[in-house]
């Protein structure tokens, strides 16, 4: 379609369409993109079929794909589309490593987050680790609580390294930023919550842990929460069979807030 006639049907449908209208005109033809790319990432792997045991998955790598690893998100940089909301359609126990940076905060909570994590754990082998971050929320919450005003570290941070847009120019303005970042933010984590969410799907040895400067992307170290999580071993029976470990969840090495 011509530019000239987007923007006599961009005219069409703003004068039969009120403003709700139009934005769930918008959400539906985005959910039909998204549907398309993942179906176009299924065909993939059915091409590929070496894909669907991928030694180590990155999931919502966007513009900062890792060699080595199967990059998956709906940007054309990926290695396969997915929609991850749909889970992960990889063989059970067939990858070493699952990592994924800024991406866990975009999903609903709890159900849609549950329903990606559990898939992790089925896809990662026994004893394999999942490695990720996701925006630090205890940090700005401690900003805002300190009434340390507008000079404090976070703003400071957040206007030199422009996480929030020029228009945020009260606390709270930075903290519903943080939270909503126009609506593609679904949900805000501290370490307790991640923690209880990974426990309660299944991993074992969860806890927060450094940045990490071979793995991590250099821009994630201030302002990220970092956290590790491992699959039960396998452990064997009288019977000579192998069983996954039902062991309580470890801590694991913490690391200090970015300040």
């Not at 987007?6 to 769930?24: V, Y």
Request: with cysteine; hydrophobic share 35%; proline share 6%.
């Amino acid at each position: 379609m011509s530019d000239s006639s987007q923007t006599l049907w961009q005219a069409a449908l703003d004068r039969i369409f009120s403003a709700p209208e139009r934005a769930a005109l918008r959400l539906w033809r985005r959910e039909r993109e998204v549907a398309a790319l993942h179906r176009a990432g299924l065909a993939k792997l059915k091409r590929e079929p070496q894909l669907l045991q991928p030694a180590r998955l990155n999931l919502g790598s966007g513009r900062f794909r890792k060699e080595g690893f199967v990059n998956i998100d709906l940007g054309p940089s990926a290695d396969v589309t997915l929609d991850l909301r749909q889970g992960l359609p990889f063989d059970s126990s067939s990858s070493g490593f699952i990592f994924s940076e800024h991406c866990f905060e975009h999903f609903d909570y709890p159900t849609g987050i549950e329903v990606l994590l559990r898939d992790c754990l089925r896809v990662l082998r026994p004893g394999a680790e999942m490695q990720f971050s996701v925006p630090d929320t205890q940090w700005p919450l401690e900003a805002y609580a300190s009434n340390e005003g507008l000079s404090g570290a976070y703003y400071r941070v957040c206007r030199e390294r422009n996480w929030h847009p020029a228009s945020c120019t009260t606390r709270l303005e930075h903290i519903n930023y943080h939270f909503r970042q126009r609506g593609e933010h679904r949900y805000a984590y501290d370490e307790e919550t991640a923690v209880k969410l990974l426990t309660g799907v299944g991993f074992v040895a969860v806890g927060r842990r450094p940045y990490d400067p071979v793995l991590d992307s250099a821009h994630r170290e201030l302002g990220s929460l970092f956290m590790i999580a491992t699959k039960p071993a396998l452990t064997p029976t009288s019977h000579g069979h192998a069983l996954e470990s039902k062991a309580a969840a470890m801590p694991v090495a913490t690391s200090s807030r970015p300040q």
